[in-house]
């Protein structure tokens, strides 16, 4: 049974591909070309949202080699201790919300420092399997539909015209 679920684990992204092409074939699409075409517009996307990507990784190392991360994790660790949270993981809980993979470098200090068995390395992983960088998906969400704060509101994004 366990080599089955292997085999199907190793050919399930080529069928996955193969149906998605055959239907496509089916239904009288150029897959090729609309392939292409979405590459492209993935390409223009990631370029027009690098600026941010760059902006947020940038501000969070200087949060971390400047120390501030670590006051602040101070001080909302004295609160956090008397609800039950440990203070160790507030650096965590702070910096996961705005970078995932400067999260997964504090998650691996916790791992190195008091071991991925042991309670907080348990809590640490649970905190970064269920939590999202709330601030970069907003970024992101509004550099790709263009949203820019004007004259005091926030405009409707725009949308592509309907087709027909």
Known sequence: MQ????TLSDLI????????????LLAGQKVYA?????????LKTAAE???TLAGLMVAVGILRASGFLDWIA????????????????VPLAVVRMFSSSAALSLLIDIYQQYGT????????????????????TM????????????????????????PG
Not at 3 to 6: T, V
Not at 74 to 89: A, C, D, K, N, Y
Request: no cysteine; net charge positive.
């Open 117 to 136: 068995d042991s309670r907080l390395g348990l809590v640490a992983s649970v905190m970064m399997s269920s939590s999202e960088t709330i601030f970069y």
């Open 74 to 89: 101070s001080l909302l660790g004295m609160v956090t201790e008397r609800i039950g949270f440990p203070s160790q993981l």
């Open 139 to 162: 970024s992101i969400y509004f550099m790709a539909v263009k949203i820019k704060k004007r004259g005091g509101r926030w405009p409707e994004p725009s949308l592509p015209p309907s």
């Open 34 to 42: 609309d392939f292409v075409s979405g590459a492209k517009d993935g």
């Open 49 to 51: 949202i690098l600026p």
């Open 3 to 6: 080599q089955i679920l292997w």
């Open 13 to 24: 992204i080529p069928i996955l591909i193969a149906v998605i092409v055959a239907a496509g």
